[in-house]
């Protein structure tokens, strides 16, 4: 079993009713066919310098790879077991791109960090 998050780019002002709305449909298959979003690309080429999900090690934090990303998202299916540190990573990355990010496990919508000067 995995444990599994999403970062997702929506609109300035969205909320996480919002984001649970957009998961919901991506799982059911409703993509929209766009050009990726700026945001989705910045973290996805950041967390996989770190942690690659193309032919990765025996000890990568992945459960599944290479990890789902889409033109407003990016799926991360982590091993119940990975280092502290990754969820850290993950977390600080979504703020400094500005993704909202989403926890499949109870469904808790967590908006980016606030950003110090």
Same mark, same amino acid.
């Given at each position: 079993? *995995?444990?599994?998050? *999403? /970062?997702?780019?929506?609109?300035? #002002?969205?909320?996480? $009713?919002?984001?649970?709305?957009?998961?919901?449909?991506?799982?059911? #298959?409703?993509?929209?066919?766009?050009?990726?979003? +700026?945001? !989705? !690309? #910045?973290?996805?080429?950041?967390?996989?310098?770190?942690?690659?999900?193309?032919?990765?090690?025996?000890?990568?934090?992945?459960? /599944?790879?290479? @990890?789902?990303?889409?033109?407003?998202? !990016? $799926?991360?299916? @982590?091993? +119940?077991?990975?280092?502290?540190? !990754? &969820?850290?990573?993950? $977390?600080?990355?979504? #703020?400094?791109? %500005?993704?909202? &990010?989403?926890?499949?496990?109870? %469904?808790?919508?967590?908006?980016?960090? /606030?950003? @110090?000067?």
């Amino acid at each position: 079993m *995995s444990f599994d998050l *999403s /970062v997702w780019a929506l609109a300035d #002002g969205a909320t996480p $009713e919002d984001v649970r709305g957009a998961v919901q449909r991506c799982r059911q #298959g409703q993509h929209q066919d766009r050009h990726p979003d +700026p945001r !989705v !690309v #910045g973290f996805y080429r950041a967390i996989t310098a770190t942690y690659p999900d193309r032919h990765p090690g025996p000890d990568t934090p992945w459960a /599944v790879t290479p @990890l789902h990303a889409a033109h407003d998202h !990016v $799926e991360l299916n @982590l091993h +119940p077991t990975c280092e502290d540190q !990754v &969820l850290l990573d993950i $977390e600080r990355l979504a #703020g400094e791109h %500005g993704l909202m &990010l989403f926890d499949a496990q109870d %469904g808790t919508v967590y908006p980016p960090p /606030v950003r @110090l000067p």
